[in-house]
C-alpha cells in the first residue's frame, strides 16, 4: 500500500537519496543534507504553528509501507516573497511605432517582476523513477490540492507553480547561456545549484532590469521561454487540468513556465466532499477503475491513500488495514476527491 503522510526526521535518509536522483533544475530538492534537514524542520514547525507565514511550508512524503521506504516527495510552501524578493520574468509586449514612417511594430520583452509575492506555491515535486507507474505520480501531485481543500484556511488567494524549464542532458540551459550567463561567468548547474542553496535572490538582483528584447535572443534561446522540460511535461498538463495555466511569467534562469491559479477556482475546492467511514473486514473488491484520493483531513496527523471502492450515499466502505494507515475509525469522516478527471 502507497500512503502520503508529513515528513519527519528519520525521513532524511530516504529524501536525500530522492535528491540525488532528481538532477538538474530541482532548485528544492538538492543532495545536501543540511539544507534537506532545514526543509524537513521548517514543515515540522509550520504543522506544530512555531513560523509566521513568510516561513511556512509543507512537505509530504510519499512511502511504500510494506518496504517502509520513501520513494516519492512533494510540497506546498505557504506565502513566497515575503521574506526575500521573489523574481521572475513577465513577459510583456513593448510597441514601437512612427506615423510618419508609417511603422507599428509590437516587440515581445522579458521584464523583471516581483508579482507573485505573497501567492502561496506548489514545490518540490519529485516521484522515484521505479515508483513511475500505478498512478502514483497523480497521487503525489494531486493530494496537495485535496490538502489545501481541506485547509483553505492557511493559504493565500493565489496558488503558483514554477516548472522546469528545457535543459539539455548535459545540463546546459540555452536560455541561461543567452541571458543569465552574460552577467555571471558560472553555467547553468552551477546558477541552479545557488538558487537551491538560497541564493537566488542575490543572482536576480544582479540581472537586467531593463526589458530585454526576446527578438535579440539566439533562437534557440527565444524557442524555449514559457516552454517546460520534456520530463515535466506530464505535470504541466496535470496541473492544467485542475485549473492552473500559463499566464505569461517565466522562471529568470531557465523561462519556464509558471503556473498559477484563484485557489477558489481549484477542482479539488470545487468538487472534494466529506464522506462517512464504513470499515468492512469482508474482502473488498475494485468496483471500477477510477481511483479516489481520500485523506483524514487530520490536520495534525494528516494521512491519504487511493481507495478504488467507490462513496455511495455519502458512505465510503474501507478495510480495516486502510482504516489503520488513515488513523480513522468507523463513522469518522475522510474527505475524498476522484483523482482522474473524466475525459483525461
Request: proline share 4%; aromatic share 10%.
Amino acid at each position: 500500500m502507497m500512503i502520503i503522510r508529513y515528513v519527519q526526521p528519520e525521513d532524511r535518509d530516504g529524501i536525500y537519496h530522492l535528491a540525488e536522483k532528481a538532477g538538474y533544475g530541482m532548485t528544492s530538492l538538492k543532495p545536501d543534507m543540511d539544507m534537506l534537514m532545514a526543509r524537513i524542520q521548517r514543515s515540522c514547525h509550520t504543522v506544530d504553528g512555531c513560523l509566521d507565514k513568510a516561513e511556512q511550508g509543507y512537505l509530504f512524503v510519499l512511502e511504500d509501507v510494506a518496504l517502509q521506504k520513501v520513494v516519492g516527495v512533494c510540497g506546498i510552501d505557504v506565502a513566497v516573497g515575503l521574506n526575500e524578493p521573489w523574481y521572475n520574468f513577465h513577459v510583456g509586449t513593448q510597441v514601437h511605432s512612427s506615423k510618419n514612417l508609417n511603422v507599428y511594430r509590437a516587440f515581445p520583452t522579458l521584464f523583471l517582476s516581483n508579482d507573485n509575492t505573497n501567492c502561496s506555491e506548489l514545490c518540490s515535486l519529485f516521484l522515484d523513477p521505479e515508483y513511475r507507474k500505478d498512478a502514483n505520480g497523480k497521487f503525489l501531485s494531486k493530494i496537495r490540492f485535496l490538502f489545501i481543500a481541506a485547509f483553505r484556511q492557511y493559504f493565500e488567494k493565489t496558488l503558483i507553480a514554477e516548472m522546469r524549464g528545457y535543459s539539455d542532458e548535459n545540463g546546459r540551459s540555452p536560455f541561461w547561456d543567452a541571458v543569465g550567463h552574460k552577467f555571471f561567468n558560472i553555467d547553468f548547474a552551477h546558477a541552479d545549484y545557488l538558487s537551491g542553496l538560497g541564493q537566488k535572490v542575490f543572482i536576480a538582483e544582479l540581472m537586467p532590469r531593463y526589458p530585454i528584447y526576446v527578438d535579440m535572443l539566439p533562437i534557440k534561446a527565444q524557442q524555449v521561454i514559457g516552454k517546460v522540460h520534456p520530463k515535466t511535461l506530464p505535470a504541466y498538463r496535470l496541473l492544467e487540468s485542475e485549473g492552473l495555466c500559463y499566464q505569461g511569467y517565466v522562471d529568470i534562469f531557465d523561462a519556464g513556465a509558471t503556473l498559477q491559479a484563484d485557489i477558489e477556482n481549484l477542482r479539488a475546492i470545487k468538487d472534494s466532499q466529506l464522506v462517512t467511514v464504513n470499515i468492512c473486514s469482508d474482502r473488498l473488491s475494485a468496483q471500477e477503475q477510477s481511483p479516489y484520493l481520500v485523506s483524514n483531513d487530520q490536520y495534525a496527523h494528516y494521512r491519504a491513500i487511493i481507495s478504488y471502492h467507490k462513496p455511495e450515499c455519502g458512505i465510503l466502505t474501507i478495510t480495516p488495514e486502510q482504516a489503520e494507515q488513515l488513523n480513522v475509525q468507523q463513522d469518522d469522516q475522510v474527505r475524498v476527491l476522484t483523482l482522474n478527471i473524466k475525459g483525461k
